[in-house]
């Protein structure tokens, strides 16, 4: 969107105070609604078309008053498109499309722009960023921004282009996209368990520490529920960071409830209890319909769901049993 801002004329005094019903929208005015719709924020919008916080404000009372009815809504956060807004986002998408390919070799488009993902720790470390790096070989002026956390979907996805989640989200004007499973297993230091024992049982664990995330303020469910199996393990250290947990492990704080992707990477880590405990999740992807349909967006997601394919195996932990060292 930033290639846009020198088309977009600062001074929108005359769209903003002329008469403008049955009057065709301006393209200023749809390409402005085009930023608002993706980012959900005027200052966002501002900031990637080099204008002003009421110059927007002026465009998009301009752009209503031609196609008659509102085309956003004021939400927690930000701002969401309406059913009229969609509408128009769509001639807008149009005229992006063919402002990009001018002066393209044949007229092809070259993918350009900022497509920001939030996804937890261990995703964004181990499979957005090589899905992002994949990005840059085949487009260099895409730029992935990736933000790290551990949250349900947002109910406004104010900011954001993609979320990653752990589990099946519920939300409201948005696409769910299930990327792929992984597993959590227990892993424990070899110095740890060569101290305290290894515990035979589901039943021993009661005699383990455990180290995972801190259950007050655990926001999502599925991780929530997958201790369920040993109740009675009391936690050592827990942190909203899942490399801590790792590390912790090994670090021999405790028993680890750790992804596999994750733990079987250390050789100093053992597998416990690995026919026994298997905790399968998903990796569920979030957008905005109107986001997806972003050529860059399009492609981070593509990279996404071919780096999760490709370490499927990986991923549920299928290369590494109990107490046995990688391959």
């Not at 960071?241 to 090994?250: D, G, P, Y």
């Not at 990796?283 to 109107?290: F, G, I, M, N, S």
Request: proline share 4%.
């Amino acid at each position: 969107m930033a290639k846009f801002a020198p088309r977009i004329c600062e001074d929108a005094e005359m769209s903003a105070t002329s008469p403008d019903a049955g009057r065709r929208p301006s393209a200023d005015d749809l390409l402005v609604l085009l930023a608002v719709g993706r980012s959900g924020r005027y200052v966002t919008a501002a900031e990637e078309l080099g204008i002003n916080h009421t110059t927007i404000s002026r465009r998009i009372a301009a752009l209503e008053r031609a196609v008659g009815g509102r085309v956003l809504t004021r939400v927690t956060g930000g701002w969401e498109l309406t059913d009229l807004g969609r509408s128009a986002l769509a001639a807008a998408e149009t005229i992006e499309a063919a402002v990009r390919s001018l002066g393209a070799p044949g007229g092809e488009r070259e993918l350009e722009g900022v497509v920001r993902l939030s996804a937890t720790d261990g995703f964004s470390a181990y499979l957005a960023a090589p899905a992002a790096a994949r990005v840059q070989r085949r487009h260099p002026r895409v730029q992935v921004e990736i933000i790290a956390t551990t949250r349900r979907a947002s109910t406004q996805r104010s900011g954001l282009d993609l979320e990653v989640v752990v589990g099946k989200p519920q939300v409201h004007r948005a696409e769910a996209i299930r990327l792929g499973d992984y597993s959590l297993g227990l892993y424990a230091a070899r110095g740890y368990l060569a101290e305290h024992g290894t515990p035979a049982g589901i039943d021993d664990l009661r005699h383990y520490p455990l180290v995972y995330f801190i259950e007050s303020i655990l926001q999502v469910d599925d991780l929530d529920l997958a201790t369920s199996f040993a109740p009675a393990m009391r936690q050592s250290v827990s942190s909203t960071n899942v490399f801590v947990h790792v590390e912790a492990t090994r670090a021999a704080a405790g028993i680890g409830l750790l992804p596999c992707f994750m733990a079987d990477r250390h050789d100093d880590l053992v597998r416990v209890l690995g026919d026994r405990v298997r905790v399968q999740l998903t990796y569920w992807l979030v957008t905005r319909a109107e986001t997806l349909r972003r050529p860059e967006v399009a492609a981070v997601v593509e990279a996404l769901r071919a780096t999760v394919a490709e370490r499927r195996t990986e991923l549920l932990g299928a290369q590494r049993g109990s107490g046995q060292r990688p391959a």
